[in-house]
């Protein structure tokens, strides 16, 4: 089939809501036809939520325990070993008093506490369901996501006890959703690149379905841009279609794309704009079952960001207060932003700002 008429019969599926293959997405990761693309990712959104016009963020404090980590992956900016310059641990009680600071500053609002840190012993599971527990105690506006399958796997290894047993007691302790980090490119050879030690893409995924069965929603992320190409990309969307056909417990998709400031893993090119609109827009077009598309504007900018909005993203992430792993990654804009410029460029795109957390069972409609 020509090349034109190969894009029109992808038109066709998305504007009819139907499914596209896995070649149809190489397909478009192909294509230069951005404006196509947009078209496509637009139309998939409409029917993939409710409301369409709706776009998210969150109030969020980044809560990095430590920056210790066991496995020090090739692509991490973020982790040292210990008593390396610049390594730090924090105390549950710092942590605690850093919450209550925010909350105090924000008094009556929504605050989600993300938590994600490098592996440590000292940070064992018992560490971590107490510091649920206080933090579910300061405040009943207050979610938690946090843990990637990374962190669920080494808790799992380090207290000697099943990936079941870790993600009951941390629900138990007040977990209400997990990040999506870990992921990178389901490509194990690839992976044995860039993060050698860490869990294989069949072992991630069945973290994932775990949670899900535990009834822990998750997002799920796609690292892409280090050394990873096209088919690697739409294998790796393909693999989260598929669990998400099995059990619905993703909710919202974030494409990562990397920065190599500080990282043994240096890229081949950088991503563009034009890169970053493509995933974003293939990413909404093929994941006919997520709801959600994540555009992170502290990976981003703020005015790419709001240019997403009509590339398949819904969603701009929170407002970040304190993020350390993007930071040390060296992404272009890492300083926290006020609910307010959120709001304006929400706005300022004809969309209307909807405050909520990681579940997104919270939904409030805010303006300037
Ligand atoms: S990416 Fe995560 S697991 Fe790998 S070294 Fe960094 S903190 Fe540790």
Known sequence: ???????????????ANTRISA?????????????????MANCRLKNSVKEPREVYYSYNININPTNICRLRCKLCAFSKSPGDDGAYSQTAGEIVSRVKKALKANPGEHIEAHIVGGLDPAYDISFYENLLRSLKSLSDKITIQAFTAVEIDYLSKLDKISVDEVLKTLKQAGLDAMPGGGAEIFNDEIRSVICEKKIKSGEWLGIMKKAHGHGIPTNATMLYGHVENDSDRVRHLELLRELQDETSGFKSFVPLAFHDKNAMVKKKRYTSGFDDLKVLAVSRIFLDNFSNVKALHNMLGLKFAQ????????????????????????????????????????????????LTDSTYSLKIKRSS
């Open 1 to 15: 089939m020509k090349k034109d008429g190969r894009m029109n019969s992808i038109k066709d599926k998305v504007f």
């Open 23 to 39: 070649q149809d997405a190489l397909f478009l990761f192909e294509s230069d036809d951005i404006i196509a693309l947009g078209e």
């Open 307 to 354: 240019a997403t909005l009509f590339f398949g993203a819904n969603d701009l992430g929170g407002t970040s207060f304190d993020e350390r792993i993007v930071k040390a990654a060296g992404a272009c804009q890492a300083a926290e932003v006020s609910e307010a410029d959120l709001i304006r460029l929400i706005e300022g795109a004809q969309k209307i700002p909807v």
